[in-house]
């Protein structure tokens, strides 16, 4: 790759090249994109691999002999290997691919919580969760009779593990929490979390969606059960993700769908289901996608994700001062250990009417409840002005959010 890190120091500019998106305009002027926590751009090393593949080696993966699909299927199964190395998963074949974290956390509720939740039992998560990390679970409540406890969220962002440890009971059989919040950017104490999951006898879940390109994640020291990712929040194509399970836990597990190659044998009589991950991969996957997912890690990799964490706390402790100049802001999500994302709101202007106007500026933010509405609720707002940073974004490109958003602030009072 053209991009290479130092040791303490990255090339923007040059990791900027990469993404062929970021030198266009937008409205006339230049496109700052700060809605990474949304999706984050890609480099041209994971197009040109969903290309390579189109253009090189398409063709259905597992069930053909000629080359073609020999090539195809050794792509995709080395995208298994590259990301078990990604979250140190102590078995390729614990990394099932899905379509992102909303599929993986279904998954889990549909193929673990069916088979071993019982009525009366106790699922927890916290009040800072993603929707893909409440409604799984309150379907699977309804039908169990089981009942959604919630791990209540302070003024700063941040849940008291000593709350988490009162919650927690012999009841609880599942606790689901997410590592880093997409509309805070808390980082959750989730090792700490898990260990109190596993006394208690209950399964842990952690919903990594924005954790997997900014926080380390070692998945056998954290101890989780099962850890969820999406692709295209990590530099890499939309429709992919992975869901990490414990092997003892996946091998007990009923197949999530039916179909195609999660099977070994099928009659009328009696069909017998494939080994992990397969039986968790009915049908034809997303394999260009996942493929390219691979080209994701290992730009990652080069850069070097402890390069890339330093760079972005630098940029969102500037984005933090620099944004406290602006009149009338409140800041929501201000813990010490918290990943790249800024989140308010502004006296006076509602979070719509500046998205609109920063975008006329060609800044991309995010507004609204960013699909966590409890947390807006429990907040007693509507929703949030959100900029949330790359690797590529820099601090001139913060400096000119900080004046821009004076500006409009300065049009309303
Ligand atoms: N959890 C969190 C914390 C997220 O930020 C997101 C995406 N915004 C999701 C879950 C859902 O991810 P996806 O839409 O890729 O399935």
């Given at each position: 790759m053209s991009s290479i890190a130092t040791e303490t120091n990255l090339d923007i500019q040059k990791i900027?090249?990469?993404?062929?998106?970021?030198?266009?305009?937008?409205?006339?002027?230049p496109l700052v994109y700060f809605d990474n926590a949304a999706?984050?751009?890609?480099?041209?090393?994971?197009?040109?691999?969903?290309?390579?593949?189109?253009?090189?080696?398409?063709?259905?993966?597992?069930?053909?002999?000629?080359?073609?699909?020999?090539?195809?299927?050794?792509?995709?199964?080395?995208?298994?290997?590259?990301?078990?190395q990604f979250i140190n998963a102590a078995e390729s074949e614990e990394v099932i691919f899905t379509k992102g974290t909303t599929d993986s956390i279904n998954l889990v509720a549909t193929a673990y919580g069916r088979k071993f939740i019982q009525p009366g039992d106790e699922i927890l998560v916290s009040g800072m969760e993603h929707h893909s990390n409440i409604v799984p679970w309150q379907m699977l409540c309804e039908e169990k009779g089981a009942i959604l406890k919630v791990i209540p969220v302070h003024k700063d962002g941040a849940i008291s593990i000593d709350e988490?440890?009162?919650?927690?009971?012999?009841?609880?059989?599942?606790?689901?929490?997410?590592?880093?919040?997409?509309?805070?950017?808390?980082?959750?104490?989730?090792?700490?979390?898990?260990?109190?999951?596993?006394?208690?006898?209950?399964?842990?879940?952690?919903?990594?969606?924005?954790?997997?390109?900014?926080?380390?994640?070692?998945?056998?020291?954290?101890?989780?059960?099962?850890?969820?990712?999406?692709?295209?929040?990590?530099?890499g194509p939309t429709g992919s993700g992975i869901l990490y399970g414990k092997r003892a836990i996946l091998e007990k597990m009923n197949p999530y769908q039916g179909g195609g190659e999660m099977i070994k044998d099928v009659s009328f009589k009696k069909t017998t289901y494939n080994d992990i991950p397969y039986k968790f991969e009915a049908g034809t996957p997303n394999i260009?996608?996942?493929?390219?997912?691979?080209?994701a890690v290992e730009y990652i990799n080069a850069l070097g994700k402890e390069n890339i964490v330093r760079h972005e706390n630098e940029i969102t402790a500037?984005?933090?001062?620099?944004?406290?100049?602006?009149?009338?802001?409140?800041?929501?999500?201000?813990?010490?250990?918290?990943?790249s994302v800024v989140s308010f709101t502004l006296d006076n202007v509602h979070p719509y009417d500046a998205?609109?106007?920063?975008?006329?500026?060609?800044?991309a933010v995010r507004t609204?409840?960013?699909?966590?509405?409890?947390?807006?609720?429990?907040?007693?707002?509507?929703?949030?002005?959100?900029?949330?940073?790359?690797?590529?974004?820099?601090?001139?490109?913060?400096?000119?959010?900080a004046e821009s958003l004076k500006d409009i602030v300065s049009k309303f009072s």
């Open positions: 900027r090249a990469d993404f062929p998106i970021l030198s266009q305009k937008v409205n006339g002027k999706t984050t751009q890609k480099p041209k090393q994971v197009i040109n691999a969903i290309t390579q593949y189109y253009e090189g080696y398409n063709a259905n993966i597992h069930r053909g002999l000629h080359s073609l699909a020999e090539k195809a299927t050794t792509a995709f199964e080395a995208t298994r290997t590259t990301f078990q988490v440890k009162e919650l927690i009971t012999e009841k609880t059989k599942m606790v689901s929490v997410v590592f880093a919040s997409n509309s805070l950017g808390t980082v959750n104490p989730v090792k700490e979390i898990a260990q109190l999951a596993h006394q208690a006898g209950a399964v842990m879940m952690i919903d990594g969606a924005q954790a997997a390109s900014h926080c380390k994640v070692d998945v056998q020291d954290l101890d989780c059960d099962f850890f969820a990712t999406s692709g295209h929040k990590m530099y260009a996608d996942i493929v390219a997912l691979k080209a500037h984005a933090h001062k620099r944004l406290a100049e602006v009149p009338g802001i409140n800041f929501y999500g201000t813990t010490e250990n918290k990943v998205g609109m106007m920063l975008d006329a500026k060609g800044i609204g409840h960013h699909c966590t509405q409890p947390l807006m609720d429990h907040f007693g707002i509507e929703g949030t002005i959100r900029a949330s940073f790359s690797v590529y974004n820099t601090k001139e490109e913060i400096d000119f959010l």
